[in-house]
């Protein structure tokens, strides 16, 4: 298995708080993806990094902001939450920059709850 | 614009019977398609990808799925189903720089 832990597992928050979610590796890969999972949408890209300091948006970034200072560390942040961010946050890495072809690793979740 | 469908949001199937997911995709140049599984409380598990080459793809588990470009299908079959094998089942497509287009899931339910 991919060397990636998430941090923490489970968290329950009120709305307008702020909130961080973690993710770290293990095997040095350059690309590191959040997704959230909510049921009859599959998963869907918040934010990816292709490297120190260099993030995107996926396609549901509205309200998420994200960090990568190490190559190994992924933070992605709810500044103020809502009960809509209530999912299950997935993190993601991946071996080759910009090969589409390349798969991905997942992480065991988040499960949020904001209340 | 790019796009994974999965028609079928539950499937059940008994035990040694065989399994059709099906999978189409909306993708304007040669796809990279990929099926993941997840078992209850889990991430995601890579069964297969398709990129290039035999258009009939075997992967772990006792999976294989098979493109079809004409039908811009990426079906997972399985020849005999087993109780270990329920789950939820997604079907993605990759997409440059190499960000993933997940389809909403399939649910296999599997009786003895």
């Known amino acids: 298995d991919a060397g990636i832990t998430q941090s923490p597992r489970h968290k329950v928050t009120e709305t307008g708080t702020p909130v961080t979610l973690r993710c770290h590796q293990t095997?040095?890969?350059?690309?590191m993806y959040w997704y959230r999972q909510d049921p009859g949408h599959g998963l869907r890209l918040i934010h990816y990094?292709?490297?120190?300091?260099?993030?995107d948006k996926g396609e549901v970034s509205d309200g998420y902001s994200v960090s990568r200072s190490k190559t190994e560390d992924f933070l992605l942040t709810l500044e103020s939450a809502t009960s809509s961010q209530t999912s299950v946050y997935f993190c993601a890495i991946s071996g080759e920059a910009g090969v589409v072809r390349e798969t991905q690793y997942f992480g065991p979740g988040t499960r949020l709850l904001v209340l | 614009a790019q796009s994974v469908t999965q028609p079928d949001i539950h499937i059940t199937v008994s035990e040694g019977a065989s399994l059709e997911l099906r999978c189409n995709y909306s993708y304007g140049a040669t796809p990279y398609l990929f099926w993941y599984v997840q078992s209850p409380g889990q991430g995601l598990q890579l069964l297969l990808k398709y990129f290039s080459g035999d258009t009939l793809v075997q992967g772990i588990k006792g999976f294989e799925a098979e493109f079809k470009r004409s039908q811009s299908s990426f079906n997972l079959r399985k020849p005999s189903v087993h109780w270990s094998d329920a789950a939820e089942y997604f079907c993605?497509?990759?997409?440059?720089?190499?960000?993933?287009?997940f389809g909403t899931g399939t649910r296999l339910q599997v009786f003895p």
């Open positions: 993605a497509v990759g997409v440059p720089p190499g960000k993933l287009i």
């Open positions: 990094s292709y490297g120190v300091k260099d993030t």
């Open positions: 095997e040095n890969h350059r690309y």
